[in-house]
């Protein structure tokens, strides 16, 4: 309180001057009146002015308390507020069916394994048994000529006879592997004396050489040739052969046959 609030009260409290004759009256009515009874008020309920005040009481309690909660946690500024992000739960995913993939395992080792695609076969190469490189007089030997490259190649059968032969038959069969493509031929005997065809039948490119009638082929040793290309790289003979008819004066026939060894 401050000093000149207390100075105004003690200045008001000396100037004040009480009536005594009319307190003395007062005094006087009270002890000669008859005595009386004085009933209890009965209880009632509080009127709309007693719930206001008591509202308005309960309102600033409440204030107070709030007051007091946010003295001792202070709520968090929008500078300084975090959330923390609660982890929404994670759905295991389904496991697989156990039927379902016994099933598809079965399936995939019952299904048989796919070939790779190639090129069509080409005619078998005489096995060692099946060759017959002689007979009587003739001899013969099939190579890959050495001067062949990675996009053409010529194949060599060597022919040795040791009698002349009136009747000729050489066919050398090429395997269409590589995409063959003939470009021709030669031998060491006469052109003249031979009929020549180079015709692609089923999975090779044949050569065929026929002796003309009335035409011989003296003892010695000759050389026929077959030349084609191919695409670029090694490529294998081994489904390359040849075959080789031939007759001599006395009129016995012999026959040879084998394939191409390699460079």
Known sequence: MSREIK???????????PDH??????????????AVRHRSRPRTRPGPRTVLVGLAAAVA???????????VHPFPTSG???HTAVPSPTMPSPSADPATTSAAASSAAAAPA???????SPSPSPSAAASQVQSGPLWSAGSVDAKSTVYWEQNDLALRTA???TALTVEVRIALTGRVQQTGSWRTLPSDDFTVTIQQTGNSLDYRWVLKAGRTVPPGQHVFAVQFNHT???RSAAGDNYRVDARGPAGGAVSVWGGFAGR
């Not at 009260?9 to 004040?16: G, I, P």
């Open 80 to 82: 300084t507020a975090t």
């Open 163 to 165: 009698g002349p032969l």
């Open 114 to 120: 796919a070939s790779p695609s190639s090129s069509p």
């Open 21 to 34: 004759e009319r307190m003395a009256a007062r005094v006087q009515r009270g002890t000669s009146a008859p």
């Open 7 to 17: 100075r105004q009260l003690r200045e008001s409290a000396q100037a004040y001057q």
């Open 232 to 234: 670029t790289g090694t």
């Open 61 to 71: 309690l409440a204030t107070g308390g709030f007051a007091v909660a946010a003295i």
